[in-house]
């Protein structure tokens, strides 16, 4: 039976479905849920449209109680696996009548965590970023981890586990947020790693009215605005170890790299209220396609 979301704490939500995808994304957010002793709550969406012409007006009623059916067992199975594995977390479950964002951006108000993998059982094998997860990256209300899957051939090698002791990278430019400056500490100091803040600057052009003939200004301005960017979470973290690293080339591609040996990968997003749009900007829609680890997008107001 389908139970509603805990309220009066703090509460990690996944969305599933039947595919790959959403298994290891489950299994992720239940790992974290141990490491947090917060309750997971899954949550699986039915799309299904009465207008559709594959499904005539009255065997619609008929194809919903099916539906639901199916959907009750799938988060049976999902919930007694994860209890199975992590017996300490307290897992609830929902089923719902609304599209997969819709139904986890509303959940993510309440929720303290957003768990989703790239792409669900609709997705195509080539595309490196579903449509869900994009959304759920732009639209969001809480922190959401983004889960890669490197089964398919489109990653051209099969991109091993980070390692129990790799960094969190925590992706800067200029004047980073604090909300995934915290975030980022937070998770360093939870799973006892240490923090890599990586920034990504390219020279200008000679053409450009800012170019600057010593590039390494760029990178000694660059290091001077992490450390103090950096230097009030660092008071409240004094023992998780940080790492500053300014690397010349494309933000996205930098992160990528970096993130081939990070536990997770941290950056902020800041939100841009259209409702129908994406609203990713190009360097997060990037790292999303081609992390090659989970990617934790934290909203910024």
């Known amino acids: 039976m389908s139970t509603q979301p805990i309220h009066d704490q703090s509460v990690i939500v996944v969305g599933v479905d039947a595919s790959a995808h959403a298994a290891r994304a489950a299994a992720w957010a239940a790992d974290e849920a141990t490491r947090r002793g917060a309750p997971l709550h899954l949550i699986h969406a039915l799309e299904a449209d009465p207008s559709s012409a594959l499904i005539g007006p009255g065997a619609y009623s008929t194809h919903v109680h099916a539906a639901d059916q199916v959907g009750e067992q799938l988060l049976t199975e999902i919930r007694q696996r994860l209890l199975d594995s992590h ?11 609304q599209t997969a964002p819709g139904a986890l951006v509303q959940a993510s108000r309440t929720a303290d965590l957003l768990v989703v ?21 732009a639209h969001a209300h809480c922190p959401v981890i983004i889960l890669r899957d490197h089964n398919h051939r489109h990653d051209h090698e099969h991109a091993p586990e980070a390692a129990a002791d790799a960094e969190i990278v ?11 400056i915290l975030f980022a500490f937070s998770q360093a100091e939870r799973l006892q790693v240490g923090v ?10 000679a053409h450009a009215q800012e170019y600057l003939s010593d590039t390494d200004i760029l990178a000694r301005t660059a290091a001077e605005h992490m450390v103090a960017d950096l230097a009030p979470v660092r008071e409240k973290f004094p023992d998780v170890h940080v790492t500053l690293s300014v690397q010349r080339g494309h933000p996205s591609a930098v992160l ?14 800041h939100r ?16 999303l396609g081609h992390a090659h680890g989970p990617v934790a997008v934290i909203p910024i107001p």
């Open 87 to 97: 017996p300490a977390v307290a897992i609830t479950t929902e089923l719902v009548h």
């Open 272 to 287: 841009h209220h259209h409702a129908l749009s994406i609203g990713l900007g190009p360097v997060i829609h990037a790292l």
């Open 117 to 137: 993998g790239t792409r669900g059982r609709g997705g195509f094998a080539g595309l490196p970023l579903g449509s869900v997860a994009a959304r759920l990256a």
């Open 196 to 205: 890599r803040a990586v920034h990504a600057w390219a020279p200008y052009p």
């Open 256 to 269: 990528a790299d970096a993130s081939q040996h990070a536990q997770l990968t941290v950056v902020g997003a």
């Open 170 to 180: 925590l992706g800067m430019q200029a004047h980073t947020a604090q909300q995934a």
